[in-house]
């Protein structure tokens, strides 16, 4: 484990458990998150981006469950602790903004009583003033007028209460804040001003942030790394401008491909062929191999390990596997 | 000053002037709110009474002829046809039957005695009000209490067996089921009383102003009236409070089931939030919105059961008084209890109803 | 690079096999896999839809279950469960064809039967007496057949039973509890029928019987009819007419919406039982004024229901594309927006079946229901309260008869509540 590693997630596999059988969410799936890094996660619908947000704070409830793999935050492996251990875990040390701020949000709870309400889960000692107080300090620092903590969420905008999300994060001095589809409610210039926090707060609270996402453009502008998934598993990870300029597994070319560019030439969009497959019965070996246009035999057999495919890069693709002899 | 009066100023004063200070500390949305929810009950109570018209005259059936009973002559029908305005045309008596209605005119009983409806209810009222209020305060403990454990431990024992518990309780008779804890307690173990409100002795000891013995004898510092008025509440308050609870367990489990899948509610999780303060606090708060409405609908199951509990314990309230008058054929007695059902009705609505905006933020701004 | 034509034939048939096991099997099969996927909630379902079943035979076929007719009265009046009266029985061997005391009617001219009695017993007197009318009777019908028994007496009930059984006389007369207590030292004797007119049931009347003798089991086995009818009649009246008017409402929304609205939430809120009360207090009582009133009284609770899908499914986005391409409004409504709602007519039809019978029991209870010919729980319960100090088996069960049927009808609905409601499935 690099030194400047923050949260090394080893193996870890989310599992949940429906009626048509059991489906892996994630499976398998080792990466680091670096110090101080903005680690972009992308993927299309339903790849396990999300499920894999969830995981890391270990928030999953039944049917879903982490079925296997280490999670080493900051020294620690969370999956050691119990269930108290953890609680202060989530929110004190690792905190999360979500998608859709209208609804995760009390509606009938204040804002000022959200905040104070999770310092003193975390710091019983606190008294309600000296919450309130650190509370106001908080929110200022982002923007909102101390006087708006009294209002309800539906009061205010949208762009604000993803603010009032982002500020529930740090109220605890979180290290690691994980950011589930920020921006997908929220309009252009909403998003770009987000963006611009997010950028602040990593300069200004040392913050380390992992930014999951389906919007490709968003990565590119804010993010330091960038990890690939699709159906389930992790197809490349690396530094963001070499993966852009050279992606190196097939998915990932298809995925930057799709991105639509006004400047383009091209007639049409390009589109990949097929679509991403039931995770209750995915294909062998590689997940990718039924669509992939560089498809091989070993490719419906066996599944490709991560290998280093450039200096700050890596890919699952035997294309790029020492063992494998291909012209 | 009649119980009736003193009843309807203890309740009424008071809320009129919450509701005056509602209205003034409110915003706009909250006062507009109140005042259509105000005007959609005048309508509500007009169309009740309608139907309460409707039914005691409109449809087939002589309760004049029923009332005299074979002894009647064909003039003594039609002299008190005469008397009671049912000869007029239709229309006639609408109008003359609305404005009786609002000037709470309700006439003389026909049978026996011819006492001024309105005394018998004034008397009756209180009864029913001592047996409702308990019965629901004991319903809405369990039903709330019950319903959100259950969905807390969702597909686990307590869920289970909570659903069964609201399920068998809901198909009970509740007549069926008060005869058994009379049978049970009063019968084969002999400590609880199974009719009447009072111990007669003690009864005629206690000085009654409101009517509302329990509230009369705390005022009079009278102990044993005290005692055994409790002794005498608590096995029809338990018969409806309990089956009345069966309903309130499985609404408030509903809802609170649906609430916990709301996003806030992970996002508590995710801060750390301790799971007892997520469920009872964050998701209970929500779910009870819809649930204080959904519970305000079931004052008619509460109505409904208060008759058939007074029927069995002898509890000489309203609901009693409605079967016997019937039986009695005292048509006019009957229609003017129903109608007073009506009325109550429409208030309670309207009260849950501004109940519920005060809780709900979204509508108070 | 390969090219791209070659691709598809990576594609085996074996991932067919992740195409959903539903899909493979037939309906049968698909109800017992359910099992697994619903958990408790199958059970639930599946219990009382055989519960439902069963009432339902019960309430088509009663002759065939019940012991005896509900109008019949077959012994005593206030009979314990189990306890029998203690009237005179014939007792003979077991081979012996006699049944009855007019079974030992023979031809004039024949030898005169041997009948044993204990001396002094009221049996013996019982004997005689009945012989007597059965005799004239006998005369009256000129077959030629006569019963004169001769009565042989005995001192204990031991050498009574030995004489039968060693044949020294053709049957003996005893009381039935004297009987049963020797009983088993006999195996070879039984009691056949009671001499007098009233029944004896070996076993007793498994329920007792009521204030007028009247056997409870049967009368609670034809009961079942009753309730079963009014149940399912009111509710289908309420369905009839609820739901076209809550489609039509939502549908086309406006001041008929409005008006109709504003009419059927009174109903609703104000307490069904008062109102079916008012209903047939003036009406009058009979069995279909009674279904009448229950009926008027649910159909809110289906228009409100159906009202509501109908707006919700309205907004959908299927619906204006039906729109875009020229179906007719009736078309969309039949088709479209109907089968959406029939689910949660199906669950408020069962649990309405259950509320109905509730509702039907109490009025009768309250002595306004039905005429008292008609063989009713309620009825049942009214006359047991008023015994409630002495005969405990009078309100017991018929109560839980009420409760079973309504505990039926009611899991059903939770059930199928439980599976269908979307919003409470796991995430």
């Known amino acids: 484990m690099p030194a400047e590693s923050l949260f090394s997630i080893r193996n870890l596999t989310v599992e949940y458990h429906t009626r048509a059988g059991d489906v892996k969410a994630v499976d398998d799936v080792s990466f680091d998150i670096r110090r101080g890094e903005i680690l972009g996660l992308v993927g299309e619908s339903a790849c396990g981006k999300s499920t894999l947000g969830k995981g890391l704070m270990r928030l999953h409830r039944v049917p879903a469950r982490i079925t296997g793999g280490e999670l080493l935050f900051d020294g620690r492996d969370l999956m050691s602790l119990d269930e108290d251990e953890m609680r202060m875990v989530r929110g004190g040390e690792i905190?999360?903004?979500?998608?859709?701020?209208?609804?995760?949000?009390?509606?009938?709870?204040?804002?000022?009583?959200?905040?104070?309400?999770?310092?003193?889960?975390?710091?019983?000692?606190?008294?309600?003033?000296?919450?309130?107080?650190?509370?106001?300090?908080?929110?200022?620092?982002?923007?909102?007028?101390?006087?708006?903590?009294?209002?309800?969420?539906?009061?205010?905008?949208?762009?604000?209460?993803q603010r009032v999300m982002i500020s529930?994060?740090?109220?605890?001095?979180?290290?690691?804040?994980?950011?589930?589809?920020?921006?997908?409610?929220?309009?252009?210039?909403?998003?770009?001003?987000?963006?611009?926090?997010?950028?602040?707060?990593?300069?200004?609270?040392?913050?380390?942030?992992?930014?999951?996402?389906?919007?490709?453009g968003v990565v590119a502008e804010v993010a330091d790394r960038v990890a690939v998934m699709y159906a389930a598993r992790l197809v490349e990870i690396g530094d963001v401008r070499q993966i852009f300029a050279n992606p190196q597994h097939p998915y990932t070319r298809g995925l930057l491909r799709s991105v639509p560019n006004i400047t383009l030439d091209d007639a049409e969009l390009y589109k990949m062929e097929?679509?991403?497959?039931?995770?209750?019965?995915?294909?062998?070996?590689?997940?990718?191999?039924?669509?992939?246009?560089?498809?091989?035999?070993?490719?419906?057999?066996?599944?490709?390990?991560?290998?280093?495919?450039?200096?700050?890069?890596?890919?699952?693709?035997?294309?790029?596997?020492?063992?494998?002899?291909?012209? | 000053m009649t119980p009736i009066v003193l009843i309807v100023l203890m309740i009424g004063i008071p809320s009129l002037i919450l509701l005056l200070y509602i209205f003034i500390k409110g915003s706009m949305g909250l006062r507009r709110y109140i005042l259509t929810r105000i005007g959609l009950t005048l309508p509500m109570i007009f169309v009740l009474a309608t139907l309460v018209f409707v039914v005691m005259r409109v449809l087939p059936g002589d309760p004049v002829r029923s009332a005299l009973g074979p002894k009647g002559t064909p003039e003594m029908v039609e002299h008190m046809r005469e008397n009671l305005g049912l000869n007029r045309p239709l229309i006639e008596q609408y109008g003359v039957f609305l404005m009786d209605m609002a000037s709470l005119d309700f006439g003389k009983s026909l049978i026996g005695g011819h006492r001024p409806i309105i005394d018998e209810m004034s008397e009756r009222f209180p009864a029913t009000l001592e047996l409702i209020v308990p019965a629901s305060i004991l319903a809405l403990v369990i039903g709330i209490v019950g319903g959100t454990y259950a969905a807390s431990k969702r597909k686990a024992a307590p869920d289970y067996l909570l659903r069964i518990y609201s399920v068998v309780i809901y198909s009970l008779p509740i007549f069926w089921f008060g005869l058994m804890l009379q049978l049970l307690f009063g019968v084969w173990w002999k400590i609880l009383p199974i009719s009447g409100r009072i111990d007669p002795v003690i009864g005629t000891s206690l000085h009654k102003m409101t009517n509302m013995y329990l509230i009369d004898s705390l005022l009079s510092a009278n102990w044993p009236a005290l005692e055994s008025v409790a002794l005498h509440l608590v096995l029809p308050t338990v018969t409806l409070g309990l089956v009345l609870s069966g309903v309130f367990v499985r609404m408030t489990r509903i809802n609170v089931i649906e609430t916990l899948q709301a996003d806030y509610i992970a996002a508590a999780r995710a801060r750390g939030i301790r799971e007892r303060v997520v469920v009872y606090g964050h998701a209970l708060k929500n779910a009870m919105i819809p649930v204080i409405t959904l519970i305000g609908l079931q004052v008619a199951i509460l109505l409904a059961g208060a008759v058939l509990t007074e029927t069995i314990f002898s509890w000489p309230g309203m609901g009693g008084y409605l079967v016997q008058r019937i039986s009695a054929r005292d048509y006019t007695a009957v229609q003017s209890v129903i109608t007073m059902f009506a009325l109550l009705v429409a208030l309670i609505s309207l009260a849950v109803d501004i109940i519920y905006s005060l809780l709900d933020p979204r509508v108070r701004y | 690079m390969p090219p791209t034509e070659e691709k598809n034939t990576l594609v085996k048939p074996e991932t067919e096999t992740w195409k959903s096991d539903m899909e493979r099997v037939g309906f049968v099969r698909r109800l017992f896999m359910a099992r697994n996927w619903y958990g408790a909630d199958w059970w639930f379902v599946a219990i009382s839809t055989v519960m439902v079943f069963a009432f339902i035979f019960v309430a088509l076929f009663p002759g065939l279950l019940a012991p005896f007719k509900f109008d019949q009265v077959v012994g005593?009046?206030?009979?314990?469960?189990?306890?029998?009266?203690?009237?005179?029985?014939?007792?003979?061997?077991?081979?012996?064809?006699?049944?009855?005391?007019?079974?030992?009617?023979v031809p004039a001219e024949a030898i005169r039967p041997t009948v044993g009695v204990i001396q002094g017993a009221p049996a013996a007197t019982a004997v005689n007496e009945q012989s007597k009318t059965l005799d004239a009777q006998l005369i009256s019908e000129n077959k030629g057949l006569r019963l004169r028994p001769r009565i042989e007496r005995y001192v204990t009930v031991e050498e009574l039973m030995v004489a039968i059984d060693t044949g020294l006389v053709q049957a003996g007369v005893a009381n039935l509890k004297e009987f049963d207590a020797v009983a088993s030292s006999y195996p070879s004797l039984h009691s056949g029928a009671s001499i007098t007119s009233e029944t004896a049931s070996a076993g007793g009347f498994r329920m007792g019987t009521n204030d007028i003798g009247q056997d409870v089991l049967s009368r609670?086995?034809?009961?079942?009819?009753v309730a079963l009818i009014v149940g399912f009649s009111s509710s289908s009246i309420s369905l009839l007419l609820g739901v076209p008017l809550g489609l039509m409402a939502g549908y086309f929304g406006g001041s008929f919406d409005r008006l109709l609205s504003l009419l059927m939430d009174s109903l609703y809120a104000f307490p069904g039982l008062i109102l079916a009360i008012a209903i047939t207090a003036v009406l009058g009582p009979s069995i279909y004024n009674v279904i009448v009133a229950i009926a008027v009284l649910y159909i809110p609770t289906y228009y409100r229901i159906v009202r509501g899908q109908t707006l919700a499914v309205k907004e959908e986005v299927y619906i204006e594309a039906a729109q875009s391409i020229g179906a007719r409004r009736g078309e969309i409504l039949w088709k479209y927006i109907y089968p959406n709602v029939i689910p949660s007519i199906a669950i408020v039809f069962s649990v309405n079946v259950a509320d109905a019978i509730l509702t039907g029991a109490g009025l009768s209870f309250l002595g306004l229901g039905m005429p008292p010919t008609i063989a009713d729980w309620g009825i049942d319960l009214a006359r047991g309260q008023r015994y409630i100090q002495t005969a405990w088996?009078?309100?017991?069960?018929?109560?839980?008869?009420?409760?079973?049927?309504?505990?039926?009808?009611?899991?059903?609905?939770?059930?199928?509540?439980?599976?269908?409601?979307?919003?409470?499935?796991?995430?």
Not at chain 1, 138 to 148: A, F, M, S, T, Y
Not at chain 1, 292 to 308: A, F, R, T
Not at chain 3, 79 to 84: H, I, Q, R, S
Not at chain 3, 220 to 225: A, E, V, Y
Request: with cysteine; net charge negative; charged share 20%.
């Open chain 3, 76 to 105: 005593t009046s206030f009979l314990a469960p189990g306890e029998y009266p203690d009237v005179p029985v014939l007792i003979v061997r077991s081979e012996s064809p006699v049944e009855k005391l007019l079974d030992l009617a």
């Open chain 1, 274 to 327: 097929g679509a991403p497959p039931s995770l209750l019965h995915p294909p062998t070996g590689c997940r990718f191999h039924p669509r992939c246009p560089s498809v091989m035999p070993i490719c419906s057999q066996k599944h490709p390990p991560l290998e280093s495919v450039g200096e700050d890069q890596q890919a699952a693709c035997w294309l790029y596997s020492k063992e494998v002899k291909h012209d």
């Open chain 3, 220 to 225: 609670l086995i034809w009961g079942t009819r």
């Open chain 3, 393 to 427: 088996w009078l309100i017991t069960f018929p109560g839980i008869a009420i409760m079973l049927v309504v505990l039926a009808f009611t899991m059903m609905g939770e059930g199928l509540m439980e599976i269908y409601n979307p919003k409470l499935r796991e995430r």
């Open chain 1, 95 to 161: 905190g999360m903004v979500f998608q859709d701020p209208m609804t995760s949000l009390n509606p009938v709870q204040r804002i000022f009583d959200h905040l104070t309400e999770t310092i003193q889960a975390h710091e019983p000692e606190t008294s309600i003033a000296a919450a309130r107080l650190r509370a106001e300090e908080l929110v200022e620092r982002l923007g909102i007028r101390r006087e708006r903590l009294n209002e309800y969420p539906h009061q205010m905008s949208g762009g604000m209460r």
């Open chain 1, 168 to 216: 529930l994060a740090l109220t605890l001095r979180a290290k690691l804040v994980i950011a589930d589809e920020p921006t997908t409610s929220l309009d252009v210039i909403v998003e770009a001003k987000f963006l611009d926090l997010l950028r602040e707060l990593r300069q200004e609270f040392g913050l380390t942030i992992l930014l999951i996402t389906h919007n490709i």
